[in-house]
């Protein structure tokens, strides 16, 4: 079983940079495919960015490619998520996510085990 802890989040200008931090216990994972997923106020929660256990895919929403990079550390058992030129629409609480299968997959069902969450606001 994986605890996940994420970290990082905050309050940002338009335009400025966070860098989230998924901090996982257990030794299983490097195995994991491991997500980001965030969720706004009134809204279902989506799809941000997924990284494959050896970091050789990565995958990402339409509404963040280019601007979020997803990378992982197996040493440290952390995932990270750069977030650069941020929008006021990137408001959320941003959720870390594994899998414990090799497939990387964007439906937030596919995920057995979820982090707390962490904030994020982006002021206009």
């Known amino acids: 079983q994986a605890q996940l802890v994420e970290s990082g989040g905050g309050l940002v200008q338009a335009g400025g940079s966070l860098k989230l931090s998924c901090a996982a216990s257990?030794?299983?994972?490097?195995?994991?495919?491991m997500g980001w997923f965030r969720q706004a106020p009134g809204k279902e929660r989506e799809f941000v960015a997924a990284?494959?256990?050896?970091?050789?895919?990565?995958y990402y929403a339409d509404s963040v490619k280019g601007r979020f990079t997803i990378s992982r550390d197996n040493l440290k058992n952390t995932v990270y998520l750069q977030m650069n030129s941020l929008k006021p629409e990137d408001t959320a609480v941003y959720y870390c996510?594994?899998?414990?299968?090799?497939?990387?997959?964007?439906?937030?069902?596919?995920?057995?085990?979820w982090g707390q969450g962490t904030q994020v606001t982006v002021s206009s």
């Open positions: 996510a594994a899998d414990r299968t090799l497939v990387v997959d964007t439906n937030p069902a596919a995920y057995d085990y």
């Open positions: 257990g030794r299983a994972f490097s195995r994991y495919a």
């Open positions: 990284i494959s256990w050896s970091a050789s895919s990565t």
